[in-house]
C-alpha cells in the first residue's frame, strides 16, 4: 500500500490527499496518453534535496512535446509546485510524481478541447527492489515480451501507456520466481528493464544500451558521468543477451531502483553472485552524490529549503 502524505497538487492548488479525484470518464485512464516522471528527494545535511529536478522537468515537457500535449504551466511553475508539494507535506525523503494527462470531456482518439490536468503527488517509497536487492543482487529474467518499437511508442517519452508493456514483463518474471524483467528491442539485442536502464561489466569496461528503444534515463546519465570521474570507461554500444550471462557485474539504474546489483540472469550466476567492486564503488558515489556529500556534485541537488 502506498504510504499516505497531507496533500496533493492538483492543477495549482494544494487538496487533501483522499480528496485529489478525477472522473471516472478522464480520457487518459482510457487512452493511456498520460506524461509523467519519477523523482527522487533526499535528506541532507542541508535539508531535503531533490535530485536532477530540472533534468527530470526537461524531460516531463519534452515527453508532451513529443506527444503533442500542452502542459498548462510553465516548467519553472511546475519545478515550484514540486518545491511546495515537498515543504507543505513536512517530509524529508521522498519520491515524487508529477502527472501530466488528459482529462474529462470528449472520449474517443481525438479529445480536441479536453483539459490537460497536472498532478504532483510526494510520498516516502524505499528501495523499489526491496533492501536486500540493493545490497546484495537480483535475481532477472529475460522478457519473452520485447520493448517497444521506436516508431510504435517513442521512447524518448515517459508516457503511461508504455506501462502495460513493463507490466506485463514484470508480471512474468514475478511469476516465475524472479525479482525483475530485463527486455530485448525490436532487433533482438538488450533493451532496458521494465522500469529501470541497465549497466553491465566486463574486463574493467562499463557498458550500457545506446538510447534507441530505451527511456533516457537520468540515473542512467548520472552514472556515466560518475564513472567518467572514477576513471571507468563508460561504452554506450548495443549487447546481446550472452554478453549479460558472460558479464562480470550487471546493474540496474532508474529514479525507484537507484543503483541496483543483478546477481542472477535465466539462472545464470552474474560475477561471484554479489555487488561486483565496479557497482559497489558507483553505488557508494551515487549515494554519496544524492545524500549531498560530494561539493563538486552539489549542481545536482534543488534543496527544498
Ligand atoms: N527505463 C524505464 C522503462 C523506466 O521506467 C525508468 C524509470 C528508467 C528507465 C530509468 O529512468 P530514470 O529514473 O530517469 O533514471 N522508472 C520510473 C518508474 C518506476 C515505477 O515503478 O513507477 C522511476 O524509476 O521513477
Not at 494544494?14 to 480528496?19: A, G, I, L, Q, S
Not at 501507456?161 to 530485463?182: C, F, H, R, T
Request: glycine fraction near 8%.
Amino acid at each position: 500500500m502506498i504510504n499516505k502524505t497531507d496533500k496533493i497538487w492538483m492543477d495549482g492548488k494544494f487538496v487533501n490527499w483522499d480528496d485529489a479525484k478525477v472522473h471516472v470518464l478522464s480520457h487518459s485512464l482510457h487512452y493511456g496518453l498520460g506524461v509523467f516522471e519519477g523523482i527522487r528527494c533526499y535528506d541532507t545535511q542541508d535539508g531535503p534535496a531533490v535530485f536532477r529536478l530540472d533534468e527530470h522537468v526537461n524531460r516531463l515537457f519534452q515527453s508532451a512535446k513529443i506527444f503533442l500535449l500542452e502542459i498548462p504551466f510553465s516548467p519553472d511553475e511546475i519545478k515550484q509546485a514540486i518545491i511546495q508539494t515537498i515543504k507543505i507535506n513536512s517530509i524529508k525523503e521522498c519520491y515524487i510524481r508529477p502527472i501530466a494527462f488528459i482529462g474529462y470531456g470528449a472520449m474517443g482518439l481525438y479529445p480536441k478541447g479536453n483539459p490537460i490536468n497536472v498532478v504532483i503527488a510526494v510520498w516516502p517509497w524505499g528501495a523499489y527492489l526491496g533492501e536486500e536487492g540493493l545490497n546484495n543482487g537480483i535475481r532477472v529474467k529475460i522478457s519473452s515480451f520485447i520493448r517497444n518499437h521506436v516508431n510504435s511508442n517513442m521512447c524518448r517519452g515517459k508516457i503511461s501507456g508504455y506501462y502495460v508493456n513493463s507490466q506485463l514483463a514484470k508480471k512474468e518474471a514475478i511469476s516465475n520466481g524472479y525479482d525483475e524483467a530485463l527486455l530485448l528491442d525490436t532487433s533482438g539485442f538488450v533493451s532496458e528493464g521494465s522500469g529501470e536502464n541497465i549497466f553491465i561489466v566486463r574486463n574493467g569496461i562499463l557498458k550500457t544500451t545506446p538510447l534507441t528503444s530505451i527511456l533516457e534515463g537520468i540515473t542512467r546519465d548520472s552514472v556515466i558521468e560518475i564513472a567518467k570521474d572514477l576513471g571507468i570507461v563508460a561504452l554506450q554500444e548495443r549487447f546481446t543477451r550472452d554478453e549479460v550471462y558472460i558479464s562480470d557485474e550487471a546493474f540496474f539504474t532508474g529514479t525507484a531502483a537507484e543503483i541496483t546489483p543483478i546477481r542472477e540472469v535465466d539462472n545464470r550466476v552474474i560475477g561471484e553472485g554479489k555487488a561486483g567492486p565496479i557497482t559497489k564503488k558507483l553505488q557508494n558515489a551515487f549515494f554519496e552524490i544524492v545524500k549531498g556529500r560530494v561539493p563538486k556534485y552539489k549542481k545536482w541537488l534543488t534543496y527544498v529549503s
